[in-house]
């Protein structure tokens, strides 16, 4: 059987590195045709000099230029490095490629993940935003070209691992209730904060927002999984994997992050997957589907696993997760422009520009702003999505005079 070829959207971000270290273990399954970063120079190096792909894309010409003169004095002439975003698009259609590995955080991955879709190739989605954004508009795509789309969102992949066979092959058009399913149950650990008090969320430093008890991941990912905005946007994209309403998705705490979450058949029966919280799992998974290979993740060990813990989700304390839910009731535009607004505001936490609990805030209002706003095509998508992000731009201003520009004080 003949290689998978890989191309890796986000490469050096947590997932981009673990999806390496998988296919580091079965160089016999898997080669990698091109990778893609935005500026991280010395870490997509390395992977140059041990993966060799053929073509490797850094966003930004600046980055790109210095690559290229790093490879070029190890030695290394046959990797072409290219530039620009238009480039992530060539690669992710490249004809020598039939696996995408969609792992750029946000909406900038949006159109690249798109461009695999529409090249019919085997898209492993790790970037969220994506169906966030644009919904519908994605999942008919998937539709038309054929492509297939495979989950490595654990809470997702996990939901994937519980349905039946046929469902499986049929993401975006499940049937989940004609096959006896009555209930998503998507886990989430409550994140850093669950059992601090609310009263004092104001005062959260970025460093505390990134700790995330059981995850190593991106910091980005890091302060949405503290305000369950992360599982906000993992609620809204298992609508459009599964083809469910709303209603029929239940959040659940899970503090020890063990089980990745769960399926509720309507005879009682209630089907889960577990784990080691590792990103190795799903993407091992993915890869290989629908065989099973090695991850190089430990099995869990059941007598060194405490408890089993559940709660249900206090929305006073995650109000960005009640906001995500309406979001995904209320339609594309009130999806988009969440999502917008909250690489926005999370940016701006992240650089001590606003406090932890303006992050909702800016949501919310953008949100209001924008929810009537109609949303028919890729490029209204786009639209919209920079509209928001100018409008939020500007409650930051507002909110830095309000609070005297400190975020932590």
């Known amino acids: 059987m003949s290689k998978r070829q890989l191309c890796i959207l986000g490469s050096t971000g947590s997932i981009g590195c673990s999806t390496l270290d998988v296919i580091r273990l079965h160089p016999d399954k898997f080669q990698v045709a091109s990778l893609a970063a935005f500026a991280s120079v010395d870490i997509i190096f390395g992977q140059c000099l041990e993966f060799k792909p053929q073509k490797v894309v850094l966003v930004s010409t600046k980055h790109a230029e210095q690559l290229t003169e790093k490879l070029n004095d190890a030695g290394v002439n046959n990797v072409t490095v290219l530039s620009g975003e238009q480039a992530l698009i060539e690669i992710a259609q490249c004809d020598t490629v039939d696996?995408?590995?969609?792992?750029?955080?946000?909406?900038?991955?949006?159109?690249?993940?798109?461009?695999?879709?529409?090249?019919?190739?085997?898209?492993?989605?790790?970037?969220?935003?994506?169906?966030?954004?644009?919904?519908?508009i994605f999942m008919a795509a998937?539709?038309?070209?054929?492509?297939?789309?495979?989950?490595?969102?654990?809470?997702?992949?996990?939901?994937?691992?519980?349905?039946?066979?046929?469902e499986q092959n049929n993401i975006g058009e499940c049937k989940l209730r004609e096959?006896?399913?009555?209930?998503?149950?998507?886990?989430?650990?409550?994140?850093?904060f669950r059992t601090r008090p609310v009263e004092t969320l104001a005062t959260v430093t970025?460093?505390?927002?990134?700790?995330?008890?059981?995850?190593?991941?991106?910091?980005?990912?890091?302060?949405?999984?503290?305000?369950?905005?992360?599982?906000?946007?993992?609620?809204?994209?298992?609508?459009?994997?599964?083809?469910?309403?709303?209603?029929?998705?239940?959040?659940?705490?899970?503090?020890?992050?063990?089980?990745?979450?769960?399926?509720?058949?309507?005879?009682?029966?209630?089907?889960?997957?577990?784990?080691?919280?590792?990103?190795?799992?799903p993407i091992a998974h993915a890869l290989s589907y629908p065989e099973r290979i090695e991850s190089g993740v430990a099995p869990l060990d059941f007598f060194k696993t405490a408890s089993f813990d559940f709660q249900e989700v206090?929305?006073?304390?995650?109000?960005?997760?009640?906001?995500?839910?309406?979001?995904?009731?209320?339609?594309?535009?009130?999806?988009?422009?969440?999502?917008?607004?909250?690489?926005?505001?999370?940016?701006?936490?992240?650089?001590?520009?606003?406090?932890?609990?303006?992050?909702?805030?800016?949501?919310?209002?953008?949100?209001?702003?924008?929810?009537?706003?109609?949303?028919?095509?890729?490029?209204?998508?786009?639209?919209?999505?920079?509209?928001?992000?100018?409008?939020?731009?500007?409650?930051?201003?507002?909110?830095?005079?309000s609070s005297g520009c400190n975020a932590t004080g």
């Open 142 to 166: 998937v539709k038309a070209s054929g492509a297939e789309l495979l989950p490595i969102d654990s809470e997702h992949n996990a939901i994937f691992q519980c349905l039946p066979s046929l």
């Open 206 to 281: 970025p460093q505390e927002a990134c700790n995330h008890p059981n995850w190593d991941m991106g910091r980005k990912i890091s302060v949405d999984s503290a305000t369950m905005m992360n599982k906000g946007l993992e609620f809204i994209e298992a609508k459009w994997l599964f083809n469910v309403e709303a209603d029929d998705i239940q959040v659940v705490l899970h503090p020890q992050s063990t089980i990745h979450s769960m399926v509720q058949y309507k005879d009682g029966s209630v089907i889960a997957q577990m784990g080691n919280p590792d990103m190795r799992t």
């Open 314 to 401: 206090d929305f006073s304390r995650y109000p960005n997760l009640k906001l995500a839910i309406d979001a995904c009731k209320q339609g594309q535009a009130a999806c988009t422009a969440l999502n917008a607004a909250n690489e926005i505001a999370v940016d701006a936490f992240l650089n001590e520009k606003i406090k932890f609990t303006d992050i909702f805030k800016i949501n919310e209002t953008s949100v209001k702003k924008f929810v009537s706003q109609q949303v028919g095509n890729i490029n209204e998508v786009i639209a919209l999505d920079k509209q928001v992000r100018i409008f939020a731009q500007a409650l930051l201003v507002d909110f830095n005079e």
């Open 99 to 136: 696996t995408v590995m969609a792992a750029i955080v946000g909406a900038s991955g949006l159109l690249p993940t798109l461009a695999a879709v529409n090249a019919g190739k085997r898209v492993l989605l790790a970037n969220k935003e994506a169906l966030v954004t644009s919904g519908a």
């Open 179 to 192: 096959n006896g399913i009555s209930k998503i149950l998507l886990t989430g650990s409550g994140g850093p």
